[in-house]
């Protein structure tokens, strides 16, 4: 089975601009949950998505929003970007809830910079 | 809320060296616990997990029990390779009905010398 796959792997953008990442979960997952990992705040979680609704969102602002599509798919999107924006992107998922443990898998992760 | 914490890195050992990374957790009820793993330049590899008291995870010679009592689920090796250089990452997750979301610890990181 494949794994958890997300593009681009490596994105490059200036202040002001948007951003738009994508994660493809595994086979029969439901769930996609997004994390930020920066070298001072760690790992963040931003928010979950299952059947296309947004479960549980993390503490971040606006700017950050997401989407599921029918086919599980994720997308987050990052409007006005900031120089703090720049990190490690980090798609997970999982069957769901109700699903025994629901183990989170992740992808490789896209790596954002912002000049 | 929820928190996980990890011993300070960098751990440094020698080959065959016997390997031991702390994680104790604050939370409600009985958390899933996890170990992932993350290696330079990738995402996070799921190592092991435990899902109630007493249980053991194991995977490729890593160890962790889940410690109720001690609120504690600390790996263990007991001989690393250089191959197991990497930053590993403690983490819980509620079984609270709609709550998926992983808490981290800030990560270990091992360093393993010839």
């Known amino acids: 089975k494949a794994g958890v796959t997300q593009t681009p792997r490596y994105l490059i953008k200036t202040r002001g601009q948007q951003v738009t990442l994508s994660c493809s979960p595994i086979s029969g997952h439901r769930s996609v949950s997004w994390y930020q990992q920066t070298p001072g705040q760690g790992l963040q979680f931003l928010f979950e998505?299952?059947?296309?609704?947004?479960?549980n969102k993390g503490n971040f602002p606006g700017r950050f929003s997401g989407r599921q599509f029918s086919n599980s798919r994720s997308e987050m999107n990052v409007s006005t970007l900031e120089l703090g924006d720049s990190a490690l992107y980090l798609c997970?998922?999982?069957?769901?809830?109700?699903?025994?443990?629901?183990?989170?898998?992740f992808g490789p992760g896209t790596r954002l910079t912002v000049l | 809320g929820n928190s996980v914490t990890q011993m300070e890195g960098p751990v440094t050992l020698s080959e065959e060296a016997f390997l031991t990374i702390n994680c104790t957790y604050t939370?409600?009820?009985?958390?899933?616990l996890f170990w992932y793993v993350q290696y330079p330049g990738e995402g996070l590899q799921l190592l092991l997990k435990?899902?109630?008291?007493?249980d053991k995870g194991s995977n490729k010679g890593f160890e962790a029990t889940y410690r109720k009592e001690t609120t504690s689920f600390h790996l263990e090796k007991g001989s690393v390779q250089v191959s197991d250089s990497a930053v590993y990452f403690c983490a819980l997750r509620p079984h609270t009905g709609t709550a998926s979301k992983l808490t981290f610890g800030t990560g270990t990181r091992l360093q393993v010398t010839l």
């Open positions: 939370a409600t009820g009985y958390p899933s």
């Open positions: 998505y299952f059947s296309e609704t947004q479960r």
């Open positions: 997970a998922s999982s069957l769901g809830p109700g699903q025994g443990t629901d183990t989170q898998y």
């Open positions: 435990a899902t109630k008291a007493d």
